[in-house]
C-alpha cells in the first residue's frame, strides 16, 4: 500500500511561481513511476505531467505546460515536485499527485492504482 500527501498549494496571482510536493510512505518509491494531474470544477482530472521510476527518470509534460512546469523527484526524500512558473488563471485546480510501480510514462488517471488527497491550487487574475 502506498500513501500520498501533497503540500504546497495556495493562493496566487497570475504570473507567479508555486512548487508542490508529494511524500510518499513506501521504501521502494524508486520504483514507481509518479504523476501529476490536475482537477478544475466541473472538469475532468487532467494529466500535467509525469516521471518514470528510477534508473529511467524519463519526464513527460501536457503541451499546455511545457516550458513551465518541471518536474522532478528526490528518492532520499521519497518526494516528488512539480515546480510552477508563469501560472495562469485556467490553471486554478485541485492537484493530484499519483503513483504506479514499474511502469513507463502514464499519462492516463485509470493508470495509476495510488493517488493523494489533493492540494488546490488557486491563480487570481
Known amino acids: 500500500q502506498v500513501q500520498l500527501e501533497e503540500s504546497g498549494g495556495g493562493l496566487v496571482q497570475a504570473g507567479d511561481s508555486l512548487r508542490l510536493s508529494c511524500t510518499a510512505s513506501v521504501r521502494t518509491f524508486s520504483m514507481y513511476t509518479m504523476g501529476w494531474f490536475r482537477q478544475a470544477p466541473g472538469k475532468e482530472r487532467e494529466f500535467v505531467a509525469a516521471?518514470?521510476?528510477?534508473?529511467?527518470?524519463?519526464?513527460y509534460y501536457a503541451d499546455s505546460v511545457k516550458g513551465r512546469f518541471t518536474i522532478s523527484r528526490d528518492n532520499a526524500k521519497n518526494t516528488v515536485y512539480l515546480q510552477m512558473n508563469r501560472l495562469k488563471p485556467e490553471e486554478t485546480a485541485v492537484y493530484y499527485c499519483?503513483?504506479?510501480?514499474?511502469?513507463?510514462?502514464?499519462?492516463?488517471?485509470?493508470?495509476?492504482?495510488?493517488w493523494g488527497q489533493g492540494t488546490q491550487v488557486t491563480v487570481s487574475p
Open positions: 499519483a503513483a504506479e510501480a514499474y511502469v513507463s510514462i502514464r499519462v492516463r488517471a485509470r493508470e495509476y492504482n495510488y
Open positions: 516521471i518514470t521510476w528510477s534508473g529511467v527518470d524519463s519526464t
